[in-house]
C-alpha cells in the first residue's frame, strides 16, 4: 500500500493564491449586497428596535472587507509561486487597469444619466402636485449626493481583478 505523500510547499502556495482568488471573489459580490442590505435596514430603523439584522449586516460587512484585504494580500504574496499563479495575476491586473480607466472615462457620465433621471422623477411629481395645488411654488432640483464615481471605483477595480482572475484560471492556459 502506498502512502500520499504530503503536498510540496509550492503546492500549499498554489493552493492558497487559488483559495485567496476564490475568497475575494465571493466577497466582491458579497460586499455591495451587503451595502443594498443596509441601504434596506438603516433608513427605517428607530429607536427602540431590536439591534439583531442592524448588528448582523454590519458584522457581515466587517467580515467582508476584511476576507477582501485578505484575498488581496494573500494573492499579492504566493503570486511568483509558479508560471499559472504568476500568469493569474497579470491577467487579473490588466483587467484591473483596464476597468480603472474606464470607470474613470465612464463613472462620471453614469452618475450624471442616474441624477438626471432622479430629476426627472422628482420634475414628475411636482407637476402631479402642481396639478392637485397650484399654489405649490416653483420647482426645487434634489440636491447632489454623494458622488458614485469615487465610492464605487474600488469596488469596480476589485471586481475586475478578480473577474479576470478566474477567468484566466478557468482558461487554465499560460
Known amino acids: 500500500m502506498t502512502e ?3 503536498s510540496s510547499n509550492r503546492q500549499r502556495k498554489v493552493d492558497g ?12 459580490v458579497a460586499f455591495p449586497l451587503t451595502a443594498l442590505a443596509m441601504e434596506q ?6 429607536e427602540g428596535d431590536p439591534l439583531l ?14 476576507a477582501e484585504t485578505y484575498a488581496v494580500i494573500a494573492c499579492f504574496k504566493k503570486r511568483k ?12 491586473t ?9 470607470w474613470l472615462l465612464v463613472g462620471h457620465y453614469v452618475e450624471t444619466i442616474i441624477a438626471a433621471v432622479e430629476v426627472s422623477n422628482a420634475y ?7 396639478k392637485v395645488n397650484p399654489d405649490i411654488g416653483e420647482f426645487v432640483p434634489p440636491e ?10 474600488v469596488h469596480v477595480i476589485l471586481f475586475a481583478f478578480f473577474l479576470g482572475s478566474q477567468f484566466k484560471r478557468l482558461r487554465g492556459d499560460l
Open 4 to 6: 500520499i505523500s504530503p
Open 17 to 28: 493564491f487559488l483559495r485567496a482568488v476564490n475568497i475575494g471573489t465571493a466577497m466582491v
Open 41 to 46: 435596514v438603516f433608513p427605517d430603523f428607530e
Open 53 to 66: 439584522w442592524p448588528a448582523t449586516i454590519l458584522l457581515f460587512g466587517l467580515f467582508c472587507i476584511l
Open 81 to 92: 509561486t509558479d508560471e499559472f499563479t504568476l500568469s493569474i495575476w497579470h491577467t487579473g
Open 94 to 102: 490588466s483587467w484591473a487597469f483596464f476597468a480603472a480607466i474606464v
Open 124 to 130: 414628475q411629481a411636482y407637476e402631479a402636485a402642481l
Open 144 to 153: 447632489e449626493e454623494d458622488r458614485i464615481s469615487g465610492f464605487f471605483s
